[in-house]
């Protein structure tokens, strides 16, 4: 006799494709992405902020969507395509994170990789984003220190060094 709690946890293998790499995942399919990424694939960058998908410090793109890793499930992953931080650049020259080394946007850093994630979504669909453009996409990451100006003011220059 099956026991659908089981099945439901450990059913077939799940491949995906994280930072270009094919990977196959066959644990327990209930399994938060985020600790997929942290304890299985050492991808540290993306953070664990506050566990259900409130503050963003857990973004990720998946399918070339933000999407908080911290409640996506790995039983939703099957076939999909997930980017870390990163994957985001593969030495960190992308241009938002050399805006944020250049204007100096971390105090602790924490959020700063959902907060990044974020943005590049952000420049992908909108190259010359408004300061109302940047507050409305980035509402929801929550930035303990209060780096918000400097975190608008290095999308505006990733913005600018993109064109």
Known sequence: MS?????????APITLTVNGTRRTFDGDQT???LWFLRDELSLTG???????????ACTVHVNGAPAR??????????????????GLHSSGEHPLQVA??????????FCQSGQIMQAANLLTSNPAPSDQDIDSAMTG????????????AAIKAAAEKQS
Request: charge should be positive; aromatic fraction near 4%; hydrophobic fraction near 25%.
């Open 3 to 11: 026991d659908p709690i089981r099945d439901a946890e450990h059913g």
């Open 100 to 109: 944020w080394r250049e204007i100096d946007v971390p105090q602790c850093g």
């Open 31 to 33: 399994m938060p992405l």
């Open 69 to 86: 890793s911290c409640q996506r499930r790995m039983s939703t992953l099957n076939g999909a395509a997930v980017t870390t931080i990163e």
């Open 46 to 56: 993306t953070k664990y902020g506050c566990g259900i998908s409130q503050c963003g």
């Open 141 to 152: 990451h929550i930035c303990r220190c209060g780096t918000y100006p400097r975190i608008r």
